[in-house]
């Protein structure tokens, strides 16, 4: 499938997707987030990591499209950001892990889609923050409720009320991002990350994924028991059989995601 907003290259194992419209710093329109839906729709079975940046060199994503954005109408608005809401969700079930390379802004939309991710760095001139309320609007693609369960609700207040833009640093020191490195080395990092991640069995991965995810909407009590019945759920598959036993042969294990 060939794109316009977006590039998906594969290299091995891991998918790479950039949002390639940097005249308009990457911003999310419609057709950019239909795209990105179709994209990580079309990720097969191969791809066991997917890594997310934006095209240029100033931008991961400046937000949603505000010239797209500027006369709708509510019913639309509210369309918009169903569309938004979709694709993020969509991105977020992925069964593998998806890293989010924030190389530049990542404000509005562009900081919602690094809080889709499972896991953010940032480049040191990142910059990242939730503007909307000086556009007279609010987050609407999860922005207010993903960035509270990142940071907390007092943090996610203060950025979301002040509109403020935070620094890589401030981002790292907040828990915003996990780790800051140098521009030039930022995908190699991430490269790096999906390498160590692509060494353990998939199905493990996997299940680990959708234990912490499901479970951190949960009690204690209710998010504990989907931990004892993932973890029982992969006793009997090959990669388990395979993990534990090369343990015991003090080999590397091959794992083959069955
Ligand atoms: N939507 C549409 N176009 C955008 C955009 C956006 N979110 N962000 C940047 N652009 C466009 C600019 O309009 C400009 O286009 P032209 O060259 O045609 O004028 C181009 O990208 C370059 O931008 P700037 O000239 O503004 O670049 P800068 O370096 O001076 O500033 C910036 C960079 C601080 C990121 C600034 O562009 C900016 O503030 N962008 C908007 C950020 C924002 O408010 N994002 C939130 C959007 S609302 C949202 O996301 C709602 C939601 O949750 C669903």
């Known amino acids: 499938m060939t794109y316009e907003n977006i590039r998906l290259e594969h290299e091995g194992a891991i998918a790479l997707l950039t949002i390639d419209r940097p005249k308009a710093l990457n911003a999310l329109n419609s057709k950019t987030l239909q795209e990105l839906e179709a994209a990580v729709q079309s990720l097969g079975a191969d791809t066991r990591a997917l890594i997310i940046t934006g095209g240029g060199e100033k931008a991961f994503v400046a937000g949603a499209d505000i010239s797209e954005m500027a006369s709708l109408p509510a019913s639309a608005a509210r369309e918009f950001a169903a569309l938004g809401h979709r694709v993020f969700a969509l991105l977020e079930a992925l069964p593998i892990p998806t890293i989010a390379a924030v190389n530049g802004f990542a404000l509005g939309g562009g ?22 309320v000086s556009l007279g609007v609010i987050p609407g693609f999860g922005g207010t409720q993903r960035l509270t369960r990142l940071v907390g609700r007092s943090r996610a207040k203060e950025l979301v009320f002040t509109g403020g833009r935070v620094d890589a640093a401030t981002a790292k020191a907040i828990g915003l991002v996990l780790d800051v490195v140098p521009a ?43 931990e004892r019945q993932g973890f029982a759920a992969l006793f009997g598959s090959d990669d388990q059989r395979e993990g534990m036993k090369a343990f015991l042969e003090k080999r590397p294990a091959a794992f083959t995601g069955k």
């Open 111 to 132: 900081c919602e889609l690094a809080l889709a991710c499972d896991l953010i760095y940032a480049s040191e001139k990142a910059q990242l923050g939730l503007p909307e």
């Open 184 to 226: 030039a080395d930022l995908l190699t990092h991430c490269r790096l990350v999906a390498g160590k991640i692509l060494k353990n069995g998939p199905l493990a991965v996997s299940q680990a994924k959708r234990v912490i995810e499901f479970g951190a909407d949960q009690d204690l009590r209710a998010a504990n028991e989907l």
